[in-house]
């Protein structure tokens, strides 16, 4: 079935020059934060970034950077309001806090019609936040976005990065690029989880020690900028 | 469309007592491991228990039981073989360890196929580990068997609870009924979650500490059942 709306998106992306995909094998690593926290930073170093959250059913990135009250503009599409001083996207902005039971097929919809229809006009970072594993929005942003790299976010935890492992090998069967792995709420001093990442051929990338201030910093950008978190993933910014 | 597989869930899951399905509104919170230690524990009581693995983009209950080398037996449909004492069924004896990209509509299918093939018997509990948020299992499951109940996990994190808080108003509109709710990997001394889940009507079961010990019984069952994780896992299955 040809959808009149794929042809627009590569235009409405032409003046972007790198899309990262913040992305996880499971949920609760903190994939969000670290995807927030990243367009912060990068925002910081005098880039011009977009944030654009992804995770449609479960989206969180507007509650991390406590962004209330803003509306995108209508303007031959839609204008992502700055907020921050990023441009921020999210289902959000028509979904409002209500619960949205969506489908498969429902989310392969939104996701064409948002990326066809926003204006990011010249953009030097836009950060995705993806939502967790490996479903129809990984599947679809191959074919939707062309040279977007990925960004893995992992916990110590076994059983998450079992769930990685499923992830990249979907990803080199797509022969998608993944930018590098980034182990977040570190609690013990072990390093199988790097050996494991450089194992599978992966860079790894920066761990990130458990950080309380996080949970207090949520809905506070200049806060969340401030906490030891931030300042890894930072550093692991400049790794990449 | 008429699908003839749907006529015979009903009689399939007609020995079945009691149905919980184990959810969360976001992933990482321990849900899965809820859901098998809370199975462990009823086996352990003397019932006769079932554990579906539900989860089908990121199944874990396999690896947190160490379930390797069990098949089901094809007879009239498929009967799922008993490990730790507990009938055990997980698209994982088809899959395996490949990665399973799966779309909105793959999943209803799957979940229709295996609800109509698999051969519970006489079950006192049937233990659902659901996959986090909502999405097509949720919305198919109150379609498809009935009277099935939600005990919801989350952590301390406000981020987490935001997501219960749609989650449970879909269940509410659903008319689907919630045990209640457990909150997993607590760190830090508070009641706010306590509180908020009182304020939406909710019964609150139990707070389970964070628990070190936990990562080291991933893939041994008679080992999670010995940790203090259990412990409490244990006593919001009596509070149920």
Same mark, same amino acid.
């Given at each position: 079935? /040809? ?59 507007? /509650? ?19 907020? @921050? ?16 039971? *969506?489908?498969?097929? %429902?989310?392969?919809? /939104?996701?064409?019609?948002? *990326? ?22 990984? *599947?679809? *942003?191959?074919?939707?976005?062309? @040279?977007?790299?990925?960004l893995i976010v992992i ?6 990065f079992?769930?990685v ?13 993944v930018i590098g792995v980034i182990e977040n709420?570190k609690?013990?001093?072990?390093d199988a989880i790097k050996k494991q990442t450089e194992k599978l051929g992966l860079k790894f990338l920066e761990e990130i020690?458990? %950080? ?23 550093e692991a910014?400049?790794a990449m």
């Amino acid at each position: 079935m /040809i959808d009149p709306r794929i042809a627009v998106i590569a235009d409405r992306m032409k003046g972007i020059k790198r899309i990262i995909a913040v992305s996880s094998g499971k949920g609760g690593v903190g994939k969000s934060l670290v995807a927030s926290t990243l367009a912060l930073i990068l925002t910081r170093e005098g880039h011009k970034v977009g944030l654009f959250d992804l995770d449609f059913t479960s989206p969180s990135t507007h /509650i991390i950077l406590g962004i209330e009250g803003v509306q995108p503009k209508e303007d031959k599409g839609i204008i992502p309001p700055e907020v @921050n001083g990023l441009r921020y996207m999210s289902i959000t902005y028509y979904s409002g806090d209500l619960a949205a039971p *969506l489908r498969g097929n %429902d989310v392969s919809n /939104i996701l064409i019609e948002l *990326l066809s229809i926003t204006r990011w006009e010249k953009l030097d970072y836009l950060i995705l936040d993806m939502p967790p594993g490996i479903g129809d929005v990984t *599947l679809d *942003l191959n074919r939707l976005i062309r @040279n977007t790299r990925f960004l893995i976010v992992i916990t110590s935890s076994q059983l998450a990065f079992e769930t990685v492992k499923k992830l990249t090998s979907l990803l080199a069967e797509m022969k998608i690029k993944v930018i590098g792995v980034i182990e977040n709420m570190k609690m013990e001093k072990s390093d199988a989880i790097k050996k494991q990442t450089e194992k599978l051929g992966l860079k790894f990338l920066e761990e990130i020690p458990y %950080d309380p201030k996080v949970e207090e910093a949520i809905g506070n950008a200049d806060k969340l900028l401030r906490t030891p978190f931030a300042k890894k993933v930072e550093e692991a910014s400049s790794a990449m």
